[in-house]
C-alpha cells in the first residue's frame, strides 16, 4: 500500500492572551488549579520541612534560604522574586511569552503560599532530624513542582535556566538538568552553614525531587513515540506542534477489517512532551487509537546529534 506522508512544521509562538482565548477558561482554570495544588505542596516541603534544617537545596529557593539564614527578616519567596526578575528577563526571548507569563503567575501564587499562608502553619523541627525533614522536603516539593510543569509552567529561577537548556537539548529530562544546575548551589550549604552535611542533606532532597518529577511526569522511559490512528489526525498533530513546537508526519492508512481509509500521526516526543501530546489528543477524539511507545534513542533536529565517525 502506497502511504502518503506529510511533514508538518511548527507554527509561530502565539500570546498568552491568544492562548488563553483560543482554548477558553477551563484551560485558564486549570493552570491556576495545578499552580495552587502544587505551591501548597511545594511551600510544605520548603517552609515546613527545609527552613530549619539548617540546609540548602538547589535553585533559586536554595540561593533565598541562604540569604534568610544571615538575614531573617527577609522572606523567602519575596526574595525569590526578586532574584529572579533578572533571570526571567534574560531568558524571555528563548521561552516565549507563554511560557513566561504562565510562569509570573505560578511565581506569584508560590510566593504567596511560602510567605503568607505557611508561617501560619506548624513547621517542623528540621535541626533535629536533618535527614527526614530532607527526604520529606525533596518528595513534598518534587510533586508539587511537577504539578505545576504538567501544563507548561515553572516557578521561575533556575526553571527558567533549566527549561531553557532543554528547549536547545530536548532528549534531556528536567530531572537531570536540574541536579546539574543546582549542584552549584548546593556547594554553597558548606560555607554557610559551616559543615559538610549541609552539601549533603541538600544532595539528598534535590535527588529526591527531581526524581519524584521525572516519575510524575513522565516515568521512567527516556523518549516516547505517539502512532495515532484518527480521523482528526491532522487537527491533533496541528495542535501538539502549536503547543509543545513538536513536528509530526501524517500517513495514510486503511483499517484491515472495514476497510475504512483512516490518518495515522507519528510523532517522537521528548519526555516533557509527553502529557501535553495524549491530553491534546484526548481532547480533540477520545476515540482515537493510540500507541505510545518508548524509543531508546532519537537523532535528528530536537533530539540527539548523530554519531559522526
Not at 503568607?116 to 506548624?122: K, R, T
Not at 535527588?207 to 505517539?226: E, F, P
Not at 495515532?228 to 495542535?239: G, M, N, R, Y
Amino acid at each position: 500500500m502506497k502511504q502518503k506522508k506529510a511533514a508538518l512544521a511548527p507554527k509561530k509562538k502565539q500570546s498568552i492572551i491568544g492562548y488563553y482565548k483560543k482554548y477558553g477558561w477551563k484551560m485558564a482554570a486549570r493552570d491556576v488549579l495545578h499552580d495552587v495544588v502544587g505551591s501548597i505542596l511545594y511551600a510544605a516541603g520548603i517552609y515546613t520541612f527545609a527552613a530549619t534544617a539548617n540546609f540548602a537545596p538547589g535553585g533559586i529557593t536554595g540561593v533565598a534560604m541562604i540569604i534568610n539564614h544571615f538575614f531573617p527578616f527577609l522572606r523567602i519567596g519575596l526574595l525569590s522574586l526578586i532574584i529572579n526578575i533578572p533571570v526571567a528577563i534574560i531568558c524571555y526571548r528563548l521561552l516565549g511569552r507563554v511560557f513566561f507569563f504562565k510562569s509570573v503567575k505560578s511565581m506569584l501564587i508560590s510566593a504567596f503560599f511560602l510567605d503568607i499562608i505557611f508561617p501560619l502553619l506548624p513547621q517542623y523541627n528540621g535541626a533535629e532530624n536533618p535527614l527526614l525533614a530532607a527526604l520529606f522536603a525533596g518528595a513534598l516539593s518534587g510533586v508539587g513542582l511537577a504539578i505545576i510543569y504538567m501544563p507548561g509552567s515553572s516557578t521561575g529561577g533556575t526553571d527558567f535556566v533549566i527549561m531553557s537548556i532543554r528547549k536547545l537539548k530536548p532528549h534531556l529530562s528536567i530531572g537531570s538538568i536540574s541536579l546539574i544546575v543546582d549542584g552549584v548551589v548546593i556547594l554553597l550549604g558548606w560555607p554557610v552553614f559551616g559543615n559538610i552535611n549541609a552539601v549533603l542533606y541538600g544532595v539528598l532532597m534535590t535527588i529526591v525531587s527531581t526524581t519524584i518529577i521525572d516519575k510524575v511526569m513522565y516515568g521512567t522511559g527516556t523518549r516516547r513515540m505517539l502512532l495515532v490512528v484518527s480521523d482528526k489526525a491532522q487537527e491533533i498533530a496541528s495542535a501538539i506542534m502549536e503547543e509543545t513546537e513538536r513536528g509530526a508526519t501524517l500517513a495514510d492508512v486503511r483499517g484491515a477489517y472495514t476497510g475504512k481509509p483512516h490518518q495515522m500521526m507519528i510523532c517522537v516526543c521528548s519526555k516533557v512532551e509527553v502529557f501535553t501530546a495524549r491530553r491534546i489528543i484526548n481532547r480533540i477524539d477520545a476515540n482515537a487509537i493510540v500507541m505510545l511507545t518508548t524509543v531508546d534513542e532519537a537523532y535528528g533536529e530536537g533530539f540527539l546529534e548523530p554519531d559522526v565517525d
